[in-house]
């Protein structure tokens, strides 16, 4: 199993011990989280929306030390989707701004600790400052050995898909494919998600039951958790609660007997 790391100077450097009643041998190898219910969590509180994104960012640190810690090779979470511009425009800076401050205060840390860290996501669109912050995140970390964290940035399900369609057609022109040859792989080499497996789980907080245009190709066969805490409380026992679920399932991928999934079939 990979070297368990610690993400942030903000964290004492122990690895967190896997809880008591989890199998290590079960994790996913890949979580999606969909990290909703800031806006409500700031309201609830009398704050402003943006109070929220701002708390959402440290259960995010957290989510993504327990993770890492606990096995979990690949984390991919919903930062900002495509439907995410039509929001106020003051909001949609504040987001863009937060994204910027924070990938710029964790980047030492993130490297020192072997994340290995991706954009998904149409970036051209993201203010210039982000995006070569973004490109230079994507460099250093590379090679490194630890946990792909992937961020959807200007992420859309539908939009990834038809970029991947644009992108098989180009290459059927050019005869690089037989139209009638292209298969599933090469539609997944063709996504942001390129060489990642599926996530194994999918975990939406903030108690909607809706996917929102995330992942649409890649959570095919992913188990759904979904629970009510709003995503800046979603703290330890709330993903070891997501896990202990997953654990319970039992995957069929449509047929009758389960199918064992654990890092040691990989
Ligand atoms: C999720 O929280 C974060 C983003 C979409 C950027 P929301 O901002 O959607 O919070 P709610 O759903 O309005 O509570
Ligand atoms: C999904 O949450 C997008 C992110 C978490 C970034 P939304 O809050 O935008 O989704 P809807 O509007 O509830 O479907
Ligand atoms: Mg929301």
């Known amino acids: 199993m990979r070297r368990p790391s610690a993400i942030s100077s903000d964290f004492a450097k122990e690895v967190n011990p896997i809880p008591e009643g989890l199998d290590p041998l079960r994790m996913p190898q890949h979580l999606a989280i969909i990290m909703d219910g800031n806006g409500r969590w700031a ?45 106020p425009q003051e909001e949609v800076n504040f987001l863009m701004s937060l994204f910027q401050n924070v990938l710029q205060r964790e980047l030492k840390s993130l490297k020192l600790e072997q994340v290995k860290i991706n954009f998904l996501g149409d970036l051209e669109p993201l203010p210039a400052g982000l995006k070569e912050l973004i490109q230079e995140a994507i460099d250093s970390t590379r090679n490194n050995k630890g946990i792909h964290f992937n961020v959807c940035t200007n992420y859309g399900g539908r939009r990834e898909l038809v970029l991947a369609a644009q992108r098989l057609a180009e290459r059927s022109i050019k005869g690089e ?9 090469d539609f997944a080499s063709e996504l942001f998600t390129a060489g990642e497996v599926d996530p194994d789980l999918l975990i939406r907080t903030s108690g909607e039951r809706r996917i929102s245009n995330f992942l649409l190709w890649q959570l095919a066969y992913a188990e759904i958790h979904i629970t009510d ?38």
Request: aromatic share 8%; charged share 25%; no cysteine.
């Open 43 to 87: 309201k609830a509180k009398g704050l402003p929306r943006v109070m929220g994104h701002r708390a959402g960012v440290e259960a995010l640190k957290k989510t993504l030390r327990l993770s890492s810690d606990w096995g979990i090779n690949a984390l991919t979470v919903y930062a900002f989707s495509t439907e995410n511009w039509s929001r």
């Open 177 to 185: 494919l037989s139209p009638t040859m292209i298969d599933e792989n």
């Open 229 to 266: 805490v709003l995503w800046p409380d979603f703290g330890v026992s709330d993903l070891k609660n997501a896990l202990l679920d997953y654990q319970s399932r039992r995957r069929r991928f449509g047929g009758l007997e389960p199918v064992k999934t654990t890092h040691l079939d990989t």
